[in-house]
């Protein structure tokens, strides 16, 4: 049976785990089992999913035109 | 000299990567036409130093430390970005999120604890560009290559030059403090409201 960690040691555990820098499968049980019965950290976490989905929405960029026939031209000189 | 295959190898990645290079390269320089001249210096110093690139598996880390290293030799004078000193003591600090979080004020607090779906549900693209804008480099910078690239904690402290423990150390801090600089502008967010159809 897995033991609640309680918050702190979640609070801890919050940005290795979004990260997927949490490898060991009883760290991530532990995680999730807490996650399961906690509203508050569940509640937490999921607000940081859905920062990360704008972080990523709002800094990506596609490269523009000029910047691709630039690079394609520095190739051709190599 | 390099061969025809390395050519092919390096056209490649670097069409691969030509997005994510542009992407950091705004996100360091905070300016459109500073990010393609960094991306291009960047491709040409990459190509020169091809040799130094002992394994094609570890061409994306490789490149992306070249662009940030040509970042920090030839544009952060120009950079607007905030300074950061008292980074590396903030890196040897007390690091644990706990600990963080007891800096903070308990309005934070409450907030952080509590957190409102629809203000970030609301949140404008540009009002986090914003707030990402405001908090160090060596933080932002973390969260861009972790949280927007992909990178793993290892593959950013490869690019930056720096310990995996200061990654994460920067990921927690960093991350703490572009809640609180959203915190900070929750009261003017009524005039960033995004209508989403």
């Given at each position: 049976m897995t033991h609640d960690i309680g918050c702190l040691r979640a609070i801890e555990t919050f940005y290795a785990y979004l990260d997927g820098e949490l490898e060991d499968s009883d760290s991530i049980a532990e995680f999730e089992h807490h996650l399961e019965h906690c509203r508050s950290c569940y509640s937490r976490i999921d607000m940081e999913k859905m920062l990360n989905?704008?972080?990523?929405?709002?800094?990506?960029?596609?490269?523009?035109?000029?910047?691709?026939?630039?690079v394609a031209e520095l190739m051709k000189k190599f | 000299?390099?061969?025809?295959?390395?050519?092919?190898?390096?056209?490649?990645?670097?069409e691969r990567h030509l997005d994510a290079l542009y992407s950091v390269a705004i996100h360091l320089t905070r300016s459109n036409a500073d990010a393609e001249d960094l991306v291009a210096e960047a491709?040409?110093?990459?190509?020169?130093?091809?040799?130094?690139?002992?394994?094609?598996?570890?061409?994306r880390p490789w490149i992306f430390r070249i662009l940030h290293n040509t970042f920090v030799s030839d544009y952060r004078k120009k950079s607007v970005r905030p300074l950061e000193a008292?980074?590396?003591?903030?890196?040897?600090?007390?690091?644990?999120?706990?600990?963080?979080?007891?800096?903070?004020?308990?309005?934070?607090?409450?907030?952080?604890?509590?957190?409102?779906?629809?203000?970030?549900?609301?949140?404008?693209?540009?009002?986090?560009?914003?707030?990402?804008?405001?908090?160090?480099?060596?933080?932002?910078?973390?969260?861009?290559?972790?949280?927007v690239e992909g990178?793993?904690?290892?593959?950013?402290?490869?690019?930056?030059?720096?310990?995996?423990?200061?990654?994460?150390?920067?990921?927690?801090?960093?991350?703490t403090m572009l809640q609180k600089a959203l915190w900070h502008q929750r009261p003017g967010l009524q005039e960033g409201i995004e209508h989403d159809a």
């Open positions: 989905q704008r972080i990523r929405k709002s800094a990506q960029h596609d490269s523009p035109e000029e910047l691709r026939n630039r | 000299m390099a061969d025809q295959a390395t050519k092919a190898f390096f056209g490649d990645g670097i491709v040409a110093k990459a190509w020169a130093a091809i040799d130094t690139l002992n394994d094609q598996a570890r061409f008292s980074i590396d003591s903030n890196d040897n600090a007390e690091d644990d999120l706990a600990n963080l979080l007891g800096e903070q004020s308990d309005d934070f607090l409450v907030w952080w604890s509590n957190p409102e779906r629809e203000f970030f549900n609301n949140l404008l693209g540009q009002t986090l560009m914003d707030a990402l804008d405001d908090i160090p480099d060596a933080f932002s910078t973390v969260i861009v290559l972790v949280n990178f793993t904690y290892d593959e950013t402290a490869e690019v930056l030059g720096i310990a995996p423990g200061t990654v994460r150390s920067r990921m927690k801090r960093g991350r």
